[in-house]
C-alpha cells in the first residue's frame, strides 16, 4: 500500500524566503508525482508533473524534484509573497497493471503561510 | 482550455430532497473523476469513469449516483445525503486513465451543505 507523507503540516515564513516542501512516499513503483496548490475552500490547482524518468521540473519560481530511490520529492518556492500562501499537496500515481482506486494517493498537504 | 467546469459552486440541501452537481471539460479527456474532500484533509476518491463507462466506484453509498451522459460531461446525483455528506465535490479530468501518465486537472468543487 503507497502511503505519502508531508511534512510539515503547517509552515509560516516572512516574505521574499526560499522555502522547500517535502513529500515521501514508500512505494518508488511510480508512474509520476503530481504537486498541487488549494487555496480554501477552492479546487486544487496542478503546478507541476514529474515523470518517473524525470529529476526535475520547473515552471517560474517553482521548482520540483524526484528522487525515486528514496522516495522522495520536493517542492522549492524561491523568492515566496504572500500570494504563495495556500495548501500545498503531493499526489503519486502507482506503476499497477490493473487499475485501482489506489491509482492515486495523495498527502495530507502542507498549509503555506507568507508573511508580509 | 485546460479548465474544468463544476456546477453549482454551492448547494445547501435538505435530507430528503433529490439535487445533481454537473462537471464539463473541453479538453478531450476520456477518463473523468469525482473526489470528496473534508475540511483539512486530503481529496478522496468516489468514481471513475473511464471512455463513459464506469471502472471505479469506492464503495460509495448508493444516495450518491453518477453518470457520464457523454465524454465531455459528469453528473452525480445526490438523494436523500445525511449531514456527513456535507463536504466539497470535487470533479476532475485526465487523457485516460488505467495507463495514464499524464496531468489531472481539476475544477473548482461544488460545496454541498447537509441539512
Known amino acids: 500500500k503507497q502511503e505519502v507523507t508531508q511534512i510539515p503540516a503547517a509552515l509560516s515564513v516572512p516574505e521574499g524566503e526560499n522555502l522547500v516542501l517535502n513529500c515521501s512516499f514508500t512505494?518508488?513503483?511510480?508512474?509520476?508525482l503530481q504537486w498541487f496548490r488549494q487555496d480554501p475552500g477552492k479546487g486544487l490547482t496542478s503546478l507541476l508533473l514529474?515523470?518517473?524518468?524525470?529529476r526535475e521540473q520547473t515552471s517560474g519560481r517553482l521548482n520540483a524534484s524526484l528522487d525515486k530511490s528514496s522516495g522522495r520529492s520536493t517542492l522549492y518556492i524561491a523568492a515566496s509573497q504572500p500570494g504563495d500562501s495556500a495548501t500545498y499537496l503531493c499526489?503519486?500515481?502507482?506503476?499497477?497493471?490493473?487499475?485501482?482506486?489506489?491509482?492515486?494517493?495523495f498527502g495530507s498537504g502542507t498549509q503555506l503561510t507568507v508573511l508580509p | 482550455d485546460t479548465e474544468v467546469t463544476q456546477t453549482p459552486k454551492h448547494l445547501v440541501m435538505g435530507m430528503t430532497n433529490k439535487k445533481s452537481l454537473k462537471c464539463e471539460q473541453h479538453m478531450g479527456h476520456r477518463a473523468m473523476y469525482w473526489y470528496k474532500q473534508k475540511a483539512k484533509k486530503p481529496p478522496e476518491l468516489m468514481f471513475v469513469?473511464?471512455?463513459?463507462?464506469?471502472?471505479i466506484n469506492e464503495s460509495v453509498p448508493s444516495r450518491f449516483s453518477p453518470e457520464c451522459p457523454n465524454s465531455s460531461l459528469l453528473n452525480l446525483h445526490l438523494h436523500a445525503l445525511q449531514p456527513e455528506d456535507s463536504a466539497l465535490y470535487l470533479c476532475?479530468?485526465?487523457?485516460?486513465?488505467?495507463?495514464?501518465?499524464?496531468?489531472?486537472?481539476f475544477g473548482e468543487g461544488s460545496r454541498l451543505t447537509v441539512l
Open positions: 476532475a479530468s485526465s487523457q485516460g486513465f488505467l495507463m495514464n501518465t499524464g496531468e489531472l486537472f
Open positions: 512505494d518508488s513503483a511510480i508512474y509520476n
Open positions: 469513469y473511464s471512455y463513459e463507462k464506469l471502472s
Open positions: 499526489a503519486v500515481k502507482r506503476r499497477i497493471s490493473s487499475g485501482s482506486a489506489r491509482q492515486l494517493t
Open positions: 514529474i515523470q518517473s524518468s524525470q
